[in-house]
């Protein structure tokens, strides 16, 4: 295997591995619920053995956002350390934003939404937003990638020390970004490049028909020439209860579904991909997820 020697974190050769890399620590967690706060999130990452997690910025289904409070913002990054939190953390903006509704009204929401969310993960500097790009309703998705381009540069300031990422979608309904060249497209249009990427979710590409258990190489080839490699910032790891190209997204635990525990090993292995954060959305209970952040990671620390 060769890969584009001018791209971050590409692996040459074994003698590189060997000699030119140091140990790592792998960025793993799942999904936290927000329900308590920072602080409770930091405190359940070290229960899980997670150094990074995912969480919802408001209610997923809702609109509304509790009032920050800034003394667990502090605990919770006093705590972090301790708790063996090194992030980048990867928040999730409700499924309710809708950046390419039909609707004006629709869209004013989601643009106020994301702008609220970004203000307020200025608290916690330097992690990543990742949202679902939108599902454009029958208006098209040239439209779709054109209004959700407009919100990103609508929404995007200079100073903001969050990165916005797209999340890739399972081409359930009318979703856009079930391509490549659709995230593409959107990336292309933001003026604030450096303040977007993309964060590639397992169920979701493979729900969308691109091939990570035959081909993994070959699918992230393609991410690299349509998309950029170095635009890839994140990835929700999930086994998929559906086959190649269902459009369905409907998440299994690790192992259990269409993709595979082999699959995974691979993923978590890739020299592509390493370094990155890896956050489980698999249906499970906290002894679940602690299970699959161990499996996945001594996985990943087992040598080349
Ligand atoms: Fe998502
Ligand atoms: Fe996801
Ligand atoms: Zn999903």
């Known amino acids: 295997m060769r890969w584009n020697t001018d791209r971050r974190c590409f692996v040459l050769s074994k003698k590189y591995v060997l000699k030119g890399m140091k140990p790592f620590m792998m960025k793993i967690g799942s999904h936290i619920s927000a329900a308590k706060g920072y602080a409770a999130m930091g405190r359940q990452a070290r229960k899980l053995g997670a150094n990074t997690f995912a969480f919802f910025t408001r209610n997923p289904r809702g609109g509304t956002a509790k009032a920050l409070d800034e003394a667990d913002v502090a605990a919770f990054l006093a705590e972090a350390v301790q708790n063996g939190v090194t992030g980048p953390l990867v928040a999730h903006a409700p499924y309710t934003m809708n950046a390419c509704a039909a609707d004006a009204h629709l869209r ?42 407009a919100q990103l540069n609508d929404v995007l300031t200079e100073g903001q020390r969050t990165t916005v990422l797209l999340e890739t979608m399972a081409g359930k309904g009318s979703e856009v970004g079930r391509s490549f060249e659709e995230l593409h497209a959107i990336l292309d249009g933001v003026s604030l490049s450096g303040k977007v990427g993309v964060c590639l979710d397992t169920c979701h590409v493979w729900d969308a028909g691109y091939d990570i258990v035959n081909d993994l190489d070959g699918v992230l080839t393609q991410f690299d020439k349509v998309i950029g490699l170095d635009r890839l910032k994140a990835l929700h790891l999930n086994d998929s209860m559906n086959p190649l190209g269902a459009h369905k997204d409907r998440h299994a635990q ?13 993923v978590v292995k890739h020299p592509a991909l390493r370094g990155l954060p890896f956050i489980l959305e698999t249906p499970n209970d906290d002894a679940g997820w602690a299970r699959e952040i161990a499996l996945l990671r001594e996985m990943a620390e087992q040598g080349a």
């Open 108 to 149: 004013e929401f989601a643009r106020d939404m994301m702008r609220d969310d970004l203000a307020r993960l200025e608290r916690v500097p330097g992690n990543y937003y990742n949202f679902h790009p939108g599902s454009h309703v029958g208006q098209g998705a040239a439209a779709g990638v054109a209004l959700i381009t």
């Open 254 to 266: 690790i192992g259990a579904g269409h993709i595979g525990l082999e699959t995974f090993r691979r």
